[in-house]
């Protein structure tokens, strides 16, 4: 299950350089969050747009340091490390590091994501 889970979000990081809103479409629950640094997104309109306005484009995203945790047969947390190459609004391009942890349920045999955050890491 742990390659599964890796890919899958491998894939979901994949639609976030690509702006890929049919991809979170079909992968986020109806009553999912976002939470990062830059706010609490509780409107699953809201994220679908953030993905396909990708005003900050990530033209790279590296993930490392997996782990899963099973809560039961059918949801599990995934956290990882990425390192992010962006071109920020505003500030040009940029390489950042965080946290990202996603709850993950499963609903009709898929995996789609209920819960998502993203938290910096702290300066090396």
């Known amino acids: 299950m742990d ?52 005003r900050n484009p990530y033209t790279r995203t590296e993930q490392s340091d997996h782990k899963i945790v099973k809560l039961t047969d059918d949801s599990l947390v995934h956290s990882s490390t990425v390192e992010i190459d962006v071109l920020a609004e505003g500030a040009g391009p940029m390489t950042m590091r965080l946290y990202a942890t996603t709850v993950l349920v499963r609903r009709d045999g898929e995996w789609r994501a209920a819960f998502f955050q993203v938290s910096p890491t702290p300066s090396r």
Do not use: C, M, P
């Open 3 to 54: 390659n599964e889970i890796i890919e899958l979000t491998d894939r979901a990081w994949q639609a976030n350089r690509e702006g890929d809103a049919v991809f979170y479409d079909k992968f986020l629950t109806d009553d999912a969050i976002s939470v990062s640094h830059w706010g609490v997104v509780t409107d699953r309109e809201a994220i679908l747009r953030g993905f396909a306005e990708n």
